[in-house]
């Protein structure tokens, strides 16, 4: 299987301010069609996840241009540019390129 | 609107079986591939399986952890995806939520339906 390994698990963040996640998988994601099934969600406190970017860097329909991904091979990271308070949640790297569907840990993201 | 609606959630007993639902609505159902995921209380994303499109020749695939006990089906004409839960185990206690998959990811998800498994 594929063991998705997020960095850190909790980050306070100002708001305002930019916050970065980071998410390492034991094996490259590059899928045998050429795509990297990388892709992040965001779960807020009592709410069912929601997807924010698709094959690494593609935000999803409606998710604010202040969320960014980026990433190659078995190294990826989501940036959120200016912290804002709705942006508080967890947030989980997740990979289909390989059955089982992994997701990382997830990373608690709370203001200062 | 694109919706999905788990139901069927509830208290079992171990060992007991359960059937869960997903009604999809607001987007041609067959035309997409289903997964189920769960999350044990307080505790992160496991996803427990996925079934392609009739299209994909409609075949599943399982999590080892429930391999053998649980099976996804799906009914296109009624739009609805369904989890059957056999042997169940209190380690299965959680909430489960079906998602859309388009393009290697979970695009849209329902709400959830919370399963305990407890004598």
């Known amino acids: 299987d594929i063991v998705m390994t997020q960095t850190p698990l909790s980050s306070p963040v100002t708001l305002g301010q930019p916050a970065s996640i980071s998410c390492r998988s034991s094996?490259?994601?590059?899928?045998?069609?050429?795509?990297?099934?990388l892709s992040w969600l965001q779960q807020r406190p009592g709410q069912p996840p929601r997807l924010l970017i698709y094959?690494?860097?593609n935000r999803f329909s409606g998710v604010p241009d202040r969320f960014s991904g980026s990433g190659a091979g078995t190294d990826f990271t989501l940036k959120i540019s200016r912290v804002e308070a709705e942006d508080v949640g967890v947030y989980y790297c997740?990979?289909?390129?390989?059955?089982?569907?992994?997701f990382g840990q997830g990373t608690k993201l709370e203001i200062k | 609107e694109v919706q999905l609606v788990e139901s069927g959630g509830g208290l079992v007993q171990p060992g007991r079986s359960l059937r869960l639902s997903c009604t999809a609505s607001?987007?041609?159902?067959?035309?997409?591939?289903m997964s189920w995921v769960r999350q044990a209380p307080g505790k992160g994303l496991e996803w427990v399986g996925f079934?392609?499109?009739?299209?994909?020749?409609?075949?599943?695939e399982y999590a080892a952890s429930v391999k053998g006990r649980f099976t996804i089906s799906r009914d296109d004409s009624k739009s609805i995806a369904y989890l059957q839960m056999n042997s169940l185990k209190t380690e299965d206690t959680a909430v489960y939520y079906c998602?859309?998959?388009?393009?290697?990811?979970?695009?849209?998800w329902g709400q959830g339906t919370m399963v305990t498994v407890s004598s």
């Open positions: 607001g987007f041609t159902f067959g035309d997409y591939a």
């Open positions: 094996q490259s994601l590059v899928h045998s069609d050429g795509n990297t099934y």
């Open positions: 094959k690494i860097s």
């Open positions: 997740t990979q289909a390129t390989q059955f089982p569907y992994t």
């Open positions: 998602t859309r998959s388009l393009g290697g990811a979970f695009d849209i």
């Open positions: 079934i392609r499109s009739k299209a994909y020749g409609g075949t599943t």
